[in-house]
């Protein structure tokens, strides 16, 4: 079992290799320090098994949830570090390609598709690693400390449809949760992980949204747009809160994130 | 690989018996005679594995799918009987019950429930373990005549999250695409089953819903509901077509079906 993870890890860290090709340098975390997440097995919570936990997290039938099980930290960190998380993640992107390239596009400039950021189009795979995989209570302090560090590693299945949506002629909109304050590292780092091109990237105004969940936010966004008129074609996120309530696009695609769930 | 899967079946069919506790007779298709679905190994379909299929498939991110991928009956086949789809679907069904059981409901009798029908109440996995688990496109006469065989194993989990709603004082709705014609098969088969009471089962009358899909038909005969002034708790189902849609329910809950979709 030990062996198989091993393999596994040096197979992570070889893709994010091979993925981040216009780099440079390596990402400092890569391959991941594991303080835990290295077991397979399949635990049980209150005679739940932590895969159908996460397959009713990914469905949305458990919802607004805090932290991951203690029982099933061993599982969600496995998880995402073999194969599996990323196939589960090429199988939705690829059927967003298989369906935008049937879609007739007027050619006036103005179809968009929306990305989220975390667990879409950057990975904070580096910053769970060592926080537990989703066990601990979100503490927002570290967390901004990983994110204005810059360096959260590419989501490469994602990558690639954002290249094939360039190529359709389809306009990037990236609208994060991350602030304002927060614009020039998430440039920074959008780049250096392979986005080198948007329309434009919505950061969240904490004034303007003081006291709003994710969702409002979001949704507000995705109206504007629509009122400068754009087409938003296609809206990918992790959370569900990414993909519900108005103007949400004309279609929505969840990639997997057992780690956390933002409302 | 072989034994493992003799043991599932063996355990799929001491699970239906045993579940079955009110009924005097066994089911006649279980144990279930397979022409497929013995193999464990999970296929892959131009670079998606099966299981990153069924996950896109449940969270809805493929959609308007027609029949699985035939690189997936054996997957699709061999998830079905081993412990892994009861244990999905009892993730959900717990998940409604630790939820529902907060919730402050006003004693005035109109807290109603819907559940769906098919791969949410009653199985109709021994007619599809002959019908290559969903490869097959679907035959409506052959379908027809097993449903009106009226023998439609129990789904166990519903039916616990069933006793304990009525136990709360929620009445049942079911809400099924099943015709006015199959009235009386349904109403013994549920009984057989163990369902053995509920406020209404409504069935589709195709007259009135000629040319209407399951959301719209299903959307409609809620808002009815809602006039006739019940209060929706909740509703679960298996597609996305039984909890889309206005009057969906306070929260909706999709019970797993890798097998076919309905719009």
């Not at 990402?27 to 097995?41: K, M, R, T, V």
């Not at 959260?152 to 306009?171: D, H």
């Not at 614009?183 to 003081?210: C, F, Q």
């Amino acid at each position: 079992m030990m062996m198989k993870t091993l393999v596994a890890l040096l197979l992570v860290a070889t893709i994010a290799a091979t993925a981040h090709a216009s780099g440079e340098e390596e990402y400092e975390i890569f391959p991941l320090q594991l303080n835990s997440g290295a077991a397979s097995e399949d635990a049980t919570l209150q005679g739940i098994t932590c895969s159908s936990w996460r397959l009713a997290v990914e469905v949305h039938n458990i919802i607004e949830w805090s932290t991951v099980p203690a029982e099933c930290e061993n599982y969600i960190g496995h998880y995402m570090q073999i194969p599996k998380y990323r196939q589960d993640s090429k199988a939705v992107n690829r059927e967003a390609y298989l369906w935008v390239r049937t879609v007739p596009l007027p050619r006036d400039g103005r179809n968009i598709w929306i990305f989220d950021i975390g667990e879409t189009t950057l990975s904070n795979l580096p910053y769970y690693s060592q926080n537990g995989f989703g066990v601990h209570k979100f503490n927002s302090t570290l967390f901004d400390a990983w994110v204005e560090k810059g360096v959260a590693p590419v989501l490469p299945e994602t990558l690639k449809l954002y290249n094939k949506l360039l190529n359709l002629g389809i306009k990037i909109v990236f609208l994060t949760g991350r602030t304002v304050s927060q614009t020039d590292v998430t440039v920074e780092n959008l780049k250096r992980a392979g986005y080198h091109t948007w329309e434009k990237l919505i950061l969240k105004d904490p004034k303007e949204y003081s006291g709003k969940t994710a969702l409002e936010y979001k949704s507000a966004e995705r109206v504007k747009l629509e009122k400068q008129g754009y087409r938003i074609i296609g809206n990918t996120g992790d959370q569900w809160s990414d993909i519900l309530g108005p103007a949400a696009g004309r279609r929505t695609f969840k990639v997997p994130n057992p780690m956390y769930y933002i409302s």
